[in-house]
């Protein structure tokens, strides 16, 4: 942040990968929040409030948006409706229970050990790259957490979705627990829950089959053998699912891109699919326990007739059960409710 050719070109850089970030996932944007309240807080980065390289960083990261900009006011602004307003009207009403969620998933994410150390760096003052690199990351990671424990009081927030917070705390933490036993319990902490997760999706649910939808982890080749030979004996117009989830999941273990969702959930699927196209048209879909096929999808098509399931099992233990239809005479959506949900 200071004056001089490079350092100038090194923040212009910055504003290229803030703006990609900001295309990957929309809470990329808490870069900006952060270096905005690092700028503001500090007296002496006030000046760059008054500089135009400032404001062509911030140009950049606009102009690098403008595939999502465009395709927003196309759509009525469908990404920033789903996002600022349908999904905070879940059932808003003042809960600790999700902001106790919150709490305790930040601290399996972030670990028991880094607890000391994050509150050495709030509570210090370092010089150099340290000393900014700390106040970036005390900006971001506080915005960033209060920001969604506000939300976690009336809706359900992930704790992983603080990920750019704790990202930004990253290179101050490391002078704070330096090489110590605090490093030393750290890492036996991250390679063991790193093993834990990596058994839990890939040889037996350990956390059990509900948690961290451990139930979708398993069995898409088996999945994907069934539903590809099903496809081959009734040859339908077009394929989908009862979930959005499970029809990204399907298109992967098919390597295709041609499944859709249906259902009266809102989401990307909807704006894909042409329904008219379809009309009259014969459905193969895939649906789970967990995300049965809805009445009112049913009832959008002539007939609908279970043809097979697939049952996933490891060591003794039912994982999920997927059944796949037959759907034929598709009739479209017409009046069909659509809303978000989680």
Known sequence: MDDGTARWRFFLGAAVAVGLACLTKYIGALLLVGFGLTVLLAPRYRRLLLDWRSYAGLAIV??????VLIWNIETDFASFRLHLVDRQQLGFGL????????????LVLVGPFLIWP????????????????????????GASTLGFSLVALGNFVSGHWNIVGQATLLPALVRQVGRGWQLVAHSIYGAAMGMLLLINYTAYPVLGVDTLETYRGYGWSEIAA???????????????????QLASQLNFALRTTQVTALSQRLDQYDYWFDDAAHLGQTALILDDGHSPL??????????????????????????????????TGYRGAGDLAQRYQF
């Open 294 to 327: 809805e009445a009112a999808v049913i009832t959008g098509f002539d007939a609908v007739e279970e043809i097979r399931r697939v049952q996933i099992v490891r060591q003794g233990v039912v994982i999920n059960t997927y059944r796949i239809y037959l759907a």
């Open 95 to 106: 809960t600790w229970t999700h902001l106790l969620s919150f709490a305790l998933q930040l």
């Open 62 to 67: 606009v102009a690098m948006q403008a595939p």
């Open 118 to 141: 994050t509150i050495r760096v709030f509570l210090g003052r370092q010089g150099g790259f340290e000393g900014r690199s700390a106040e970036l990351g005390k900006t971001t990671f």
């Open 226 to 244: 069934a539903y590809r030979e099903e496809t081959g004996r009734l040859q339908p117009y077009f394929l989908a699912a009862s979930h959005y």
